[in-house]
């Protein structure tokens, strides 16, 4: 009927964002609007359904600022090794069925440094994985493969494999992921080659207009020599919460405690480190596809041996595009 034309158009923009077509989504929920009840319920679907479908392209562009560059610890030489930094990059993700079935996904970036230009990194990353869903629970499976640079030079080549799963338990969601990760170090990086694995279960549940995540996990990096080999694990807090229709603030919080095999030869001792890291996300919807994001690092690494010790502050700002077809 005509009087619920609008209704059915944002009903039908469901389905075919649910079935990953952004783009007919998208146009649905537009069409939605001319109904006054649903225009800002349509306009915001529409604005989400527009960075969604069975191909997502995305490029973001970033500034801010590394209080210790060099991981120096207080006091130390380098202590002072602070510095700007900017930092570019862009994906794409292809999903030929949309969130269910195959999936191809492709991205690159560079960090470079104002000054310090030996720790400019470059990334180049491909994965390939599948998507499932058995009754209520999801099921992912992936490989990967990066390749980073570091000054120009080659740094790491990473073959990983990758599998999660997750659970809905009434309003709460339990999900699992695990991963393999073979890496080869080059030039005077190569002793830190090795196999890296790591998992984490994690429960998630909606505290007021909050969504609130509570994980535990633990990883094993088993590197070529044995002194940089290490056990570690931790919890971590996560928390994402709406500002509206156009903002939302998410914040994390969490601890490792990392344990080395055995003791540094220079050193002569065996590491014991302990990592307390916070971050905060401030993003704000300036378009249909282009978002404003404000962002805040921080970490505090402890050890058993003072001069491995450090602190590290790292704000950013920048933007984000993202477009779905």
């Not at 527009?50 to 997502?56: A, K, T």
């Not at 919460?241 to 095999?261: C, H």
């Not at 919807?285 to 010790?309: M, W």
């Amino acid at each position: 009927m005509p009087a619920h034309r609008e209704l059915a158009r944002l009903y039908l923009g469901l389905v075919a964002l649910r079935a990953g077509q952004g783009a007919e989504a998208a146009s649905l929920f537009d069409a939605a609007t001319a109904n006054p009840a649903l225009a800002r319920m349509a306009t915001d679907l529409s604005r989400l359904a527009s960075r969604d479908g069975r191909l997502v392209l995305s490029a973001w562009a970033e500034s801010g600022w590394d209080s210790n560059v060099t991981l120096a610890s207080p006091g130390s030489a380098g202590s002072g090794d602070a510095d700007g930094i900017w930092a570019v990059g862009a994906t794409g993700l292809w999903r030929p069925r949309g969130a269910v079935g195959p999936y191809l996904r492709a991205g690159g970036a560079a960090h470079e440094q104002f000054q310090l230009g030996a720790y400019d990194l470059a990334a180049l990353d491909g994965a390939a994985g599948w998507q499932a869903r058995a009754g209520a629970a999801s099921l992912l499976a992936e490989y990967a493969y990066g390749y980073r640079t570091l000054a120009g030079d080659r740094y790491l080549s990473a073959h990983r494999l990758l599998a999660s799963a997750g659970l809905p338990l009434g309003r709460a969601v339990l999900s699992g992921t695990a991963f393999v990760r073979l890496e080869s170090y080059s030039g005077a990086y190569d002793p830190f080659s090795g196999v890296l694995t790591r998992g984490e279960v994690k429960l998630a549940f909606p505290v007021g207009l909050a969504w609130l995540g509570l994980a535990y996990g633990a990883g094993r990096d088993a590197a070529d020599v044995g002194y940089l080999s290490w056990v570690e694990h931790g919890p971590r807090a996560e928390l994402r919460l709406p500002l509206g229709a156009r903002a939302r603030l998410a914040g994390e919080v969490g601890a490792s405690f990392r344990t080395y095999d055995a003791a540094d030869p220079v050193l002569l001792d065996t590491r014991r480190d302990t990592y307390l890291d916070a971050a905060l996300l401030g993003e704000l919807d300036l378009g249909r596809r282009l978002t404003a994001r404000l962002g805040l690092q921080a970490r505090r690494a402890l050890s058993s041996i003072p001069s491995l010790e450090y602190d590290k502050l790292v704000p950013t700002v920048g933007l984000q595009w993202t477009a779905g077809y």
